[in-house]
Structure formats: C-alpha cells, structure tokens
C-alpha cells in the first residue's frame, strides 16, 4: 500500500550520485554525511573498493557504471530484509509509476508475440482507441506504418507504439484464419488509455456486484460511476469483491470508502516516532441497502483497509477466508535523476484500533471456495447472496 504523497518534493541526497569511473562509485557512495550506518566503517569502505579493484584488473566482461552503482543502492535497501521496501532504477520506477496510476500511452490492447514474430492482439481494452477504430480480439498484427514487426523484438512494438509514432500508427492485420482469413489497415490513435479497476454486473433479486481489482489513481471515479450506475438500474443489495486485489494508494481506499460509510474515523497510520495521521470521512454518503464484501488471502494492504472499516462499522458482511495481513503502509522518494526508493514508513491500524500486520482480517463468515469458480459455483458469492437474502428478510 503506497502513501504517494509522503515525500512530495524530496531533494537529491545520500543515493542520488554522480557516477564516474568505477573506483568513484563507491568513494562518493560512502563519502556522504554519515548518520550511524554500517558504510561509514572504513571495513567496509576497503572491502568496497577492493571489489571494485578486482572487478577493474581481473572481470572479463564490460562494465556499466551505472548499473553498479544502481547495485550498491539496491544492496543497500535489500539489506533491510523488508520484502515491501525496493530502489528503483529510473526506467524501473516509470513503469511502476506508469502501473500504479492505471493508465499509459499507447492503443489500449494487450498483445502477445506469436512464434513467427507476428503480434496476437489478445484483448482491447473496452472504450480504448483500438476497439474505437476497429480492432477486434485475435487480430494478428503484421506491419506497423510501413515496418515487419517479425524484424522487431516485442518490447521495440511497444516503444514504436508509444514513441515511434506521430500521433497514430497504421497497423496492417490478418483477421480470420484460413481461406476466410483477409488482410485490413486500421489506423489508431496513439492516446492516453486508462485501464478497467472496477467490473460490475446485476445479479438476480435486484443484486448488484462490484469487483475491485486494485486501487490505482483511476479506481475512485471509476468505483463512483459503477455505483451510481448500480443504484440507477434500480438495485437493492450490493456484494463488493475484493478477492485477490493487492491494494494499491492509500487516498484511493480512503476516498472511496468516503462514498459508503457513515461519518468517522476511516484509518489511522502511525510512523516510528509515533506521529498519527487520521483519515476521516463526513458521512454524507452513506450506503442505505445491504452489503456483502467478499475477500480472501490475496486481499492485501489497501482491500484490508476497505475490509476493515466495513467490519468495524458494522455496515457489511465480509464473507470468505481470512486477508493476507499487510498492515503497512510504503512511501515513495523520488529522485532528479527519475530513480526511486520505496520504504515501509509506518503501520496503519482500522478504526477501532485493530493492528491487522502478519494477521489479516477474520471474514464475519468464513468459507472456502472451489478452484475455477464462475457466478454459479463460487461458493464464497453464493454464501453472500444467501446472507444479502437474510438480511432483507430480517427487514
């Protein structure tokens, strides 16, 4: 779970070096202030530069300076032994960033590269610039603009898609197989696409369904357009699915439970030196139909937080097995250089106080499901049916 706002305008320091030649890596790298850690002993200084002498006399690759010094920063962080905290490289950060946000320029498909080179459109996204300018699922793409994608590496399509092209790229396809296969141009517009973190359905008795995948920036107002869209279809319970969603932004959570809960505490995160930070909600909004909340041991970090103000006040079931237990909260530093480092900087506890790390959350009902299950074996959703049916008995 990512509070992405901790470190806003954090300046270069200790990490962000200049690299020149090897030795220099780890001089600078060691040189700065130090405050207490273990590469201030000159042990280590020596056993560093000794490395770096035997790398530089005897390794019989090339080296790339930058590379060991992205070595040294990601040795440095690994050395906390916490799974949640992570340097990035610059191009590593811009594809997390890139994730996180739900969002990325390109033609909104997603492709596989097929043994002869060619490129299988697997899926377009919905509503995205592909399916807008005729794309379907299962075109196989054999040109783009005027260059054979069987002479280009796949991670070379993605990056002409993105940067190689002005604007739109003009993608020659096969669509069909056999004698009924035919070639056809379709041009597309290179945009900004916003991928799907909220799936919705209307189950029988006037039951809506809400899935969340993850909690990325694009997730709150795609959540508020799929409710009021429920609630406008005339629906009279609500099952929330936050199975296997590894959680995501702390503010997104926050701000969506805003929608359903009734005025109070939402969360509270608590650092090393004890600072509290409080989220509340006005309660303007409150849900008024029953509600189940399905979860499972992926729901993570940020589903565990939703999960847990649902259970704290008392306005939903949550029914399923119990939550992975990831009750801390990361915070992301920045760098000029585009390079980033990712830190677990303070738990974060329910409303009524619970401290659910390495515990999880224990479902109100506890059931197991079946391995691929649809709508009509999935044990876990029909258990949620069966509650959001008592429940209206009962009023």
């Known amino acids: 779970m990512l509070d992405k706002g901790f470190w806003t ?19 600078r790298f060691l040189q700065h202030e130090s405050r207490g850690y273990v590469m201030s002993d000159p042990a280590h200084e020596a056993r560093l530069e000794s490395l770096e002498d035997l790398i530089d006399e005897y390794y019989l690759g090339e080296t790339d300076d930058e590379k060991l010094a992205d070595g040294i920063y990601k040795g440095l962080i690994s050395g906390l032994d916490d799974r949640y905290s992570c340097y990035y490289t610059a191009e590593e950060y811009k ?38 300018s005729g794309l379907k699922d299962n075109d196989i793409i054999i040109k783009m603009d ?79 357009d799929a409710l009021d869209k429920l609630i406008e279809d005339g629906i009279e319970r609500l099952v929330i699915d936050v199975r296997d969603n590894p959680g995501g932004y702390v503010d997104v959570v926050c701000n969506i439970l805003r929608r359903i809960l009734p005025e109070g505490l939402i969360v509270y995160t608590e650092d090393k030196h004890g600072e509290r930070i409080e989220e509340y909600g006005d309660g303007e909004t409150p849900l008024s139909i029953p509600l189940a909340v399905l979860v499972n041991t992926g729901s993570a970090s940020a589903s565990e937080i939703f999960a847990g103000a649902v259970k704290d006040y008392s306005i939903g079931t949550i029914v399923g097995t119990t939550t992975y237990g ?21 738990h974060y506890f329910t409303p009524k106080g619970t401290d659910i790390h390495e515990i999880g959350i224990e479902p109100d009902i506890f059931i197991e499901n079946n391995e691929d299950s649809d ?21």
């Not at 954090?10 to 001089?27: D, K, N, P």
């Not at 990831?326 to 303070?346: E, F, H, M, N, W």
Request: hydrophobic share 35%; glycine share 10%.
């Open 9 to 27: 305008g954090f300046a270069c320091g200790a990490l962000c070096v200049a690299v020149g030649s090897t030795i220099g890596i780890t001089v």
């Open 95 to 132: 594809a997390e960033a890139e994730d996180s946000q739900g969002t990325y320029e390109g033609i909104g498909i997603i492709m596989q590269a097929l043994s002869d080179g060619t490129i299988l459109v697997v899926e377009c996204v919905e509503g995205g610039p592909g399916q807008l």
């Open 146 to 224: 005027d260059r054979d994608v069987t002479e280009m590496e796949t991670d070379e399509v993605v990056e002409y898609i993105r940067t190689g092209s002005s604007g739109s790229v003009t993608l020659t396809i096969l669509r069909g197989t056999g004698e009924d296969a035919e070639q056809v141009e379709v041009t597309v517009p290179v945009a900004n696409v916003e991928l799907p973190s909220v799936y919705t359905d209307i189950l029988e008795e006037k039951t809506g369904y809400l899935q969340i995948t993850e909690f990325k920036s694009v997730t709150y107002h795609q959540f508020c």
């Open 326 to 346: 990831k009750g801390v909260v990361q915070s992301i530093r920045a760098y000029p250089d585009g390079s980033a480092v990712k830190l677990t900087t303070s």
């Open 375 to 395: 709508e009509y074996s999935d044990a876990q959703l029909q258990k949620a049916l069966e509650v959001l049916d008592n429940k209206v008995m009962e009023e």
